[in-house]
């Protein structure tokens, strides 16, 4: 409750007040005046007075400039019924969109629709044009997902389905670009832009259509050329390691065999050098070919590995095993034997679908070590 | 079978006030006879029959309103009774309105008698211009015939004999070629309409009939309508082609799946090939219909096609397509002038292979 005065304590405390202004600009700091505006600043103080600003504000802006912050509480005045709310940022997110500012549009306009109001009209309008602010930052789905909404409100409103219909050719879903074209037509028949999209959505149908013929035929071949390899690699009894199969022959290597028209199989091929844990891949290794050939090619004269230090990975020294479980043994691959020799060879079992072969140097200390290394790891497995 | 005067004596049950169950026998006896040359013409040369059956379309009993339909269907087949409803009634805006209703339960025998209305010439102008007279009309048809499911209890197939009816006149084909609106492109979709052969055919007869425009042939031939895979793809096969042979075809006859069908119906086959002939008629028509790859599907047809009278069709214009361009002065085929004795010769020869036909069919 408010307290109350006689007339003299009124006059008294006026006197009190009068002084103690008084008191305080004495109390400041003589200096001249430089806050205000200057041949140099003026351009930048005049754009912070609202009634002269030529760019909309943004968040900052309302945080540092408190005439702003004023104008925008009235803006927004609690008074306000929910649909002038929605209809003062509709102006706001307009007013961005018309600079281009879409993020900032859609900002505003999500605000509107935050709004609690009953007026499906403005709801549509809000939602088309967040819709359009949401196309031009490339939005689609956001975009596709409003028109859907406005649609739903209002079917015939005319520019939900032209951006509907533009956003679903973006999209790529060209079916569905056509229904709304169709539906965008009957309202206005005549659009030439409509037409224009109408068109492009068939054309892009179309090719996309071809592209899926193009894309089953070659799934089928491509099936067709895994069976054929399948039935090969059958019939020339080779073992195939008790693993998963990949769904992808060329996993693992990143090579695929091939059978070629000859039925030739061509099979990607993985050397180990366990001494230095490194390994090699002959991509096409043919399987009547005989290692020699390809290691000869690999080890050529005067030319060695990076990682070969001591320079003994020769031609003529290296030797080729593959690891018999069945037997427990390091079996020796013999330089002249063919691919398909090899890989038949008692107990080889192909590692789908790339062959792998251990590489050894002839009286290195490292085989021997390979060798004992072997044994014991199958005296720990098998017992 | 009834005799005139005892058919007469139902035209009186044939009110909408009659006992439902006397309206039902006679009415159902009159759907019997319309089923027979002799029935129809013995009512098409009385009025009161038709007369009678108009109200009882609208008749409460779906039944009734079903067999009147029917009979008025059966009944408009004839040339004279569909010449009087177009001439003598006021009923033919009401049937056009009907149709393009989506809620209209007896829509597909509308349509029907429409196509039967629309068939004969005389009558068809008559149609058209009871058509013209409504506000988008001819739009409207379309958009019934094209919108999925527009009347959810009617397929509306026999919109499509009503098309091609109503572009055997300048009219109609001005109005399905009409270039500020999308009419023509939402119809050759329909040539590979497999749900429906009245459908499918209705609609390749109004695209033939459209590609008798040839001052429309650049813009049907562009990418505005590209009309041309339309017309092709139902005569193309599951044949593989190399990619050089479909180099500058058109996407959809590209890399065409193993179990691709070509249009069952040698009817309809010949009007596509026909239509393809029609953009022929003009140079800049060819060239297109040359540089699209044609001859390499008509290549493909040949082989395959055991309709002779197809087949001849198809040789003809696959010649066309690989011989060389006329003169100058005859790029527009149709424009050339045919001396009187070669016409004849021709007309000789188009009847001795007519004949031919006949025989071989047999």
């Known amino acids: ?383 | 079978m009834a005799g005139k005067k005892e058919l007469e004596e139902l035209i009186p049950f044939l009110t909408l006030n009659e006992r439902i169950d006397v309206l039902s026998v006679a009415l159902h006896h009159i759907v019997g006879l319309t089923g027979t040359v002799d029935g129809i013409l013995l009512m098409a040369s009385d009025k009161r029959y038709i007369e009678a059956l108009f109200p009882l379309t609208r008749h409460p009993q779906d039944a009734i309103a079903t067999d009147s339909y029917l009979t008025l269907v059966n009944l408009s087949s004839n040339k004279t009774v569909a010449s009087s409803i177009v001439a003598d009634y006021d009923i033919v805006p009401h049937f056009l309105e009907y149709v393009t209703k989506s809620d209209s339960l007896h829509a597909d025998y509308v349509c029907m008698i429409l196509s039967n209305l629309s068939r004969n010439n005389e009558c068809c102008v008559k149609v058209t211009q009871y058509l013209q007279k409504i506000d988008g009309g001819f739009n409207q048809i379309v958009e019934a015939f094209c919108k999925e499911k527009f009347n959810p209890k009617n397929n509306l197939h026999y919109l499509g004999p009503f098309l091609s009816n109503l572009t055997q006149l300048h009219e109609g084909r001005k109005a399905v070629l009409d270039k500020d609106r999308c009419i023509i492109q939402r119809l050759i979709p329909f040539t590979q309409y497999e749900a429906s052969d009245i459908r499918r055919g209705g609609i390749v007869a109004t695209l033939k009939n459209a590609c008798f425009e040839s001052d429309y042939h650049s813009w049907l031939l562009s990418d505005s309508v590209d009309i041309l895979p339309r017309l092709l793809l139902p005569l193309a096969g599951p044949e593989e082609l190399t990619e050089d042979e479909m180099d500058g075809m058109p996407f959809d006859l590209q890399y065409l799946e193993e179990d691709k069908k070509r249009e069952p119906d040698p009817d309809i086959r010949q009007m596509l090939i026909e239509a393809v002939f029609q953009l022929c008629t003009t140079k800049e028509g060819r060239d297109i219909v040359k540089a699209k790859k044609t001859y390499i599907i008509l290549r493909e047809l040949d082989r395959w096609e055991k309709d002779p009278k197809v087949k001849s069709t198809c040789q003809k214009l696959i010649s066309l397509l690989i011989g060389d361009d006329p003169p100058d002065d005859l790029s527009d085929l149709k424009k050339v002038k045919i001396p009187e004795d070669v016409q004849k010769q021709l007309d000789e020869a188009d009847k001795q292979e007519e004949e031919e036909f006949a025989n071989a069919e047999i």
């Open chain 1, 1 to 383: 409750m408010a307290e109350k005065h006689g007339a003299t304590d009124l006059s008294s405390l006026a006197k009190a007040l009068d002084q103690e202004i008084e008191d305080h600009i004495d109390s400041l700091e003589k200096k001249p005046y430089t806050e205000g505006f200057s041949e140099e600043n003026w351009e930048k103080e005049i754009e912070n007075v609202p009634l002269f600003m030529t760019k909309s504000p943004n968040e900052a802006d309302y945080a540092n400039n408190p005439a702003l912050a004023a104008i925008q509480k009235i803006k927004y005045d609690e008074d306000s019924t929910p649909v002038e709310k929605a209809q003062s940022y509709k102006e706001e997110g307009n007013q961005y969109f018309k600079e281009r500012d879409y993020r900032k549009a859609v900002f505003a306009y999500t605000e509107a629709l935050k709004e609690n109001f009953d007026d499906d009209l403005l709801k549509v309008i809000l939602l088309t044009n967040r819709a359009a602010a949401q196309f031009h930052i490339e939005n689609y789905q956001s975009c596709m997902m409003d028109v859907a909404r406005a649609k739903k409100l209002k079917p015939d409103h005319l520019k939900a389905l032209i951006r509907g219909a533009e956003c679903l050719l973006k999209l790529r879903k060209y079916e569905k670009c056509l229904d709304w074209c169709d539906m965008a037509l009957k309202i206005s028949p005549t659009d030439k832009k409509l037409l224009e999209t109408r068109t492009l959505a068939d054309q892009g149908k179309r090719k996309q259509e071809r592209d899926e013929r193009i894309k089953a035929k070659k799934m089928k071949q491509k099936a067709e050329e895994k069976r054929v390899l399948e039935t090969a690699i059958q019939q020339r009894g080779i073992t195939i390691k008790n693993i998963e199969a990949p769904e992808d022959y060329s996993e693992g290597s990143g090579h695929e065999p091939i059978i070629d028209s000859d039925g030739v199989i061509h099979w990607p091929v993985l050397f180990l050098y366990p001494e230095y844990a490194q390994s090699d891949i002959i991509a096409d290794f043919n399987e009547n070919h005989r290692f020699v050939e390809h290691l000869n090619e690999m080890f050529k004269e005067d030319e060695y590995a990076g990682w070969d230090a001591e320079k003994k990975y020769r031609a003529e020294r290296i030797e080729i095993y593959y690891e018999d479980m069945s037997s427990r043994k390091l079996n020796r691959v013999m330089p002249d034997m063919t691919l398909a020799e090899a890989i038949t060879m008692k107990g080889y079992t192909l590692h789908p679908y790339t062959p792998h072969f251990i590489i050894l140097v002839a009286g290195s200390p490292f085989k021997d070590h390979y060798f004992e290394n072997f044994a014991r790891v199958c005296q720990q497995m098998f017992g």
